[in-house]
């Protein structure tokens, strides 16, 4: 790529930007665009518009209150785990200006000033143009400037260090002061008991769970809820909430019906049958009312027989003092260590129920199996792909589906199929591999939404980084590269380091486009805008109706951060490389901190709280490419052969003691909670009765059948919802 | 070896063995060698004869009074820790046993039966000579009959898996037990704190303790007691203890030399120069008793120095309830982990209390370089030892030592110098290594005595293996071979396999040897009997050190434990090569169950209890043992071309899912006290102040500075004495 079409792309690039800001200026001063860029601030009750709005509002406002905002109020509005995603991309942040700051006016000048090394390409013309001179590639072999680029290796490697360091400590602190914090939290109380024994003396599971804590427990030991199986409970309990949702839509049907110009309204009806479209067809109202008739009391039935006959093996128990509560989760408790394993209970609002009875050893195969499926998925992803593009040929895809051939049949579409087929595949599984990797997190056996998310977004990091950079650094899929790794296993250094230098243009624009289209979009939020707007205007009919459809949800942590990770592993491989490219990571950082502190404010409402439990994920990635930026430029060094390249060999050692020593000291408070900060005063003496039902599920709790569910009215109150949501999730 | 050479040697050894038994039986009945071969019995205050001694005593009573013993006459008499010994010396002897039953009748008519291979030796003759013939080596290649071969691997793995699993759950429910027993056990009241930070406040580490502890355990938290630099202390304390044993030693003397020619006596006097052989004569009782005069009241202001000023950052801390206790050694307290690191205490009598006030960082950082170093000792500990030979030479030894001149100058003794100093060298280094690898353990950190013989005791092992067998049956020291391995790592297995059967009457003669004369010597207790008769007859001079002349002490698990462990490890690798070995690892480690149950039952005074945690540590080495011999095997059969050698892989998998399992389920226990076992009652309120008491070092305790330590009169208490050696062997 030469100069000009990058400062195309850049411009490009940039447009779009400015057209969507320009866009989101205008559009989010809209009353009723407000619930799609104040969705965070309607939920917690607030005013959208809270500094102020008028016609004359200055379009950069948000600029000012993201900027202004504090860490508390981002811990306020959205909880710690944001507030740690916000020490991530400041921390990521800093990297890049601090070494930035050093590199450029350090290693630009040398590597352009630096006489031409003479390499010539295939055309016989001089291979370095415009953009390359700026890059280490430029600088001869033996070069004494090589020095410099070895210092600027440790300085980078340095700043890294120091401000993880801080960065972890500051986190640890935000964990601990939302832990030690004098409000009555549920799961702080209780533990998760798993692989409970089975029972010789004749005792209910919930009864032999309570003499085992109160032997132990005698004083502080409140209760127990035994986990059960919720199958058939959960089916019944979605059909009348599903029959409740459609007599009151069409009871507003009907109605609206009556204001027409037939006065006497029209009934609304539906069909039995497949999708609505086949079977009988029935009066709604009538017939909706008659299943609920019908399911109430058989609900109240399989709550009664599902409370007795299907307990299973596992139990939260609760303690009315979340010192012991700390302390009981993380003691081993009986002699045979495969039964009774005790854990601190999750949030209710994010334990996976179908999870919880999964046995040890179950559990532990299934993480095993899980791991090498994943590891195939990312070795031969381009595999199935090659097959289903191979199979959905145009003339298969005829056979298959013969309506299809009027459309198919067109020159002109034809030609783009034919062209685009395989690609298509390729981005369907892209944009399905989130979501199968989640799948496959929460088939290991994970009890929590939150820890099932962390382990997603690990699998994605390593497909990002294995098949995105080094498969394209390299050129062709990762198992090309096995192959040719097997024959020389220290080839891959060697090839990756010498492949860089070529492909750095095309990261710096990825980078650039990433950030100016990416962010553009998440701050404008078109696409929510006209999916909230069309689904109002066809489908809404009741006011949960039409909340659901704005509700956002939250931020989607098992993709963004493996893409952030992807970009900090670029943009820090390349960083001595090609030091054009800091400011361009600097850029996605920073700008990311400002979006992203405007769409946690105002945008974004999260599903859950784990305390900051992500950040050791992210510190272990962000030191991973950290060591693989500094075994790449080993190889480097090496083929620059420059004498004195064993004098990096020092540095991914260091990280690894690094990544140790943070190990040991920061992490078990991360995997737990320490005693000293649970042992802080409560402000008030908890009520355990409510604590305990919080722990209750929809389904199992005959108190809460009642309309808080179905989101009737103006209600903003939080956490029905939500666990409405997690809870259709999680069955 | 031919078969008479073989037939001789085991006829010598057993000679050997017969005469030593006929010495024990005849000098065990005589009532001045009770305190020889029944100190166990005589500490505990027991009869040394219980069952009855007369003249016409069957000389084979002992053998009686062994096999009758229950597993609670050893828990009681010696501890769990030997009850654990004995399940591993029959999990060893049952695996023997049930591989024996099945493989003798099977493998070896086959072997006997088959045509002869036709393989030739270096003199043309037919390699295979009697002993040879049972072996698997004198099957053909590619021979049906290797199919009988490869079930007794998998009949030899079923055993050890099925009485290994057996004998782990047998070993958990004695420590149990023994954790659960409702007599007051003081270390299961106390936890081990280290890594205190700097207090800030102007704490005094005391209050810093008191105040931390007790925020979190309001009403279980007892005291806490610092550890203190007690060095300059010790000093004063030994000399004081010295001085009080040579008055009273002195003293006797006095009074004996009054019976003699001289009325008067004759006062005893001593040098106080180097070695009491130069210097000043001083009259030893005046002096002595001048300096305790003078040590006394310098010990009590080091007492209240060392405690005030000397405080260092660790400390033990004890709670009224041993279920608090044994949850707090397992939880994180802190929300820096590298901070107020806690573990479960060890009994005080095996407290190492130097290596207490070690933090964090440094342990992690000795123990890598004690890893470092001892795999350095293993690989090439033959080079010290060339160096030692090269260098004490005779020339160098006159030139050295002119002195030793005229013995050196001697023909005969010069000859065997000559020939047999490299071989001193080596056996001197082999007598010490035990020594200096528990100095190494001891040098890594480690709070207790138990657990740094286990870690002695591990590292005893793999120099075993890696030197004795795999040296022996390679040729050659480790470090060779490791030059060939380098080239090709494949070949370490291929090379042992083919060199494994040669060495087959080489390793039956040595387990012959061993049970034989080895235990031979272990009952007869020749050495220890004629070392306490010389000492009584010239050194004793109070009761006390008479005392100190019997008391053996404990077994020594950190050379007997890896010394079995081989011989396990040289039967297993050898059970389906050459079956005859099988019979003799039965009776090694039968014969070994029956004589150490008599030592033990009336010989060792165990030191300290660490209720069974050197099982984890035996099983995962029993464990290692059986996958060297499955991937040996696995070599073994591709060096005969037999097609269905693929078909043992699967052994070394599964041995690697049973040891993982096993890991799963019984370790944690080992690790630390499980609350469901902590949690059971006791037979009375602990006496907290004795607890506490039980804790404080003897040099620091101004109650026990009394005649009790020198061990005066007839008492048979045992704690005193074990405690004041632990304390001079810690120190």
New interface residues.
């Given amino acids: 790529m030469d100069f000009s079409s990058f400062i195309t792309s850049l411009a490009t690039s940039f447009m779009i930007f400015v057209i969507l800001m320009i866009l989101f200026a205008w559009l989010s001063t809209k009353p009723g665009n407000a619930v799609v860029y104040y969705p965070n601030r309607i939920v917690k009750g607030m005013d959208p518009w809270e500094g102020g709005r008028s016609k004359t509002r200055n379009p950069f406002a948000w600029i000012r209150e993201a900027m202004s905002s504090s860490e508390e109020d981002i811990i306020a509005m959205s909880g710690v785990d944001s507030a740690v995603f916000f020490v991530f991309l400041s921390t990521v942040f800093g990297i890049f200006v601090l070494s930035g700051v050093v590199l450029l006016p350090l290693l630009l000048p040398l590597a352009m000033s630096e006489h031409d090394a003479g390499i010539l390409d295939s055309t016989g013309k001089n291979a370095f143009r415009d953009l390359d001179k700026l890059s280490m590639a430029h600088i001869n072999e033996r070069s004494a400037r090589l020095w410099a680029f070895l210092a600027s290796c440790y300085w980078v490697s340095f700043v890294s260090y120091f401000l993880l360091w801080r960065a972890y400590q500051h986190v ?2 935000l964990r ?1 002061a939302a832990l030690k914090s004098p409000e009555v939290k549920p799961e702080q109380f209780a533990i998760l008991v798993r692989d409970i024994p089975s029972s010789s003396e004749g005792y209910s599971r919930n009864e032999q769970v309570d003499t ?1 804590f109160k ?2 427990y005698p004083e502080t030991y409140y209760k127990s809820m035994v986990v059960t199986d919720n199958k058939e409970v959960n089916k019944i309990y979605e059909e009348l909430v599903a029959c409740k949702k459609k007599v009151r839509r069409a009871e507003i049907i009907y109605s609206d019906s009556k204001k027409g110009p037939n006065p006497q309204g029209v009934k609304p009806t539906h069909r039995l049958g497949f999708l609505g479209l086949l079977g009988k067809k029935v009066d709604t109202i009538d017939y909706c009312n008659e299943r609920i008739r019908e399911l109430t009391p058989k609900l109240e039935a399989a709550q009664k027989e599902t409370l007795r006959e299907k307990q299973l093996a596992s139990a939260l128990v609760f303690f009315n003092d979340r ?1 012991t509560a ?3 989760g ?9 039964t ?1 394993t005790v854990m601190n209970a999750p949030e209710s609002r994010q334990l996976l129920w179908t999870n919880l009875s999964k046995t ?2 179950a559990r ?1 195969i299934r993480q095993y199996v899980v791991y090498f499926i994943v590891f195939l998925t990312i070795c031969f992803y381009m595999i199935p792909i090659g097959l289903v593009s191979a199979l959905t040929t145009l003339a298969n895809l005829e056979k298959l589906a013969p309506f299809l051939k009027p459309v198919v049949e067109r020159a002109a579409i034809k030609t783009v199929l034919e062209a685009y087929l395989p690609q298509i595949a390729l981005i369907v599984f892209l944009a399905l591999l989130p979501k199968f990797l989640l799948f496959l997190s929460k088939a290991e056996g994970i009890p929590s939404e939150s820890h099932a998310v962390r382990a997603a977004s690990g699998k994605y990091f390593y497909f990002s980084v294995l098949n995105v950079f080094i498969g394209v650094t390299i050129g062709g899929t990762l198992f090309d590269s096995l192959k040719e790794i097997q024959k020389n296993p220290n080839s891959l250094v060697q090839k990756l380091a010498s492949s860089l230098p070529g492909n750095a243009t095309f990261f710096l624009t990825f980078v650039a486009l990433k950030f100016f289209v990416g962010y553009g979009l998440e701050l404008s939020r078109i696409v929510p805008l006209i999916i909230f707007h069309l689904k109002r205007k066809y489908l809404c009919k009741t006011e949960g109706d039409v909340k659901e459809a704005w509700l956002p949800g939250e931020l989607g942590y098992a993709t963004k951060v493996p893409t952030d990770l992807l970009i900090f592993t670029i943009v820090i491989c390349y960083s001595v490389i090609a030091p054009l490219i800091i400011p361009f990571g600097a850029i996605y950082f920073g700008l990311g901190w400002l979006v992203f502190r405007n769409q946690m404010l105002k945008v974004y409402v999260p599903k859950y709280e784990s305390y900051g439990k992500m950040w050791p994920h992210m510190h272990v990635r962000i030191l991973g490419a950290l060591i693989l930026f500094q075994i790449t430029m080993v190889g480097y060094f090496t083929i620059k052969k420059f004498y004195y390249s064993a004098l990096i060999i020092p540095l991914p050692i260091l990280s690894f003691l690094f990544a140790f ?1 943070c190990r ?6 991360f ?7 649970a ?1 802080h005063d409560l402000k008030e003496t908890p009520n355990m009765d409510l604590i305990y039902k919080s722990f209750i599920p929809w389904s199992l709790n005959p108190d809460k059948l009642d309309d808080e569910r179905l989101g009737d009215g103006p209600s903003y109150d939080l956490r029905p919802a939500l666990d409405a949501y997690a809870q259709t999730q999680d069955v």
């Fill in positions: 640890s602190n601990a085992y032997s132990m010192t700390s302390a009981a993380q003691c081993v408790h009986a002699q045979m260590v495969d009774w040890y050893y532990e020593v040991k000291k920061f992490y078990p408070f995997h737990t909670t320490a005693i000293e900060v042992s």
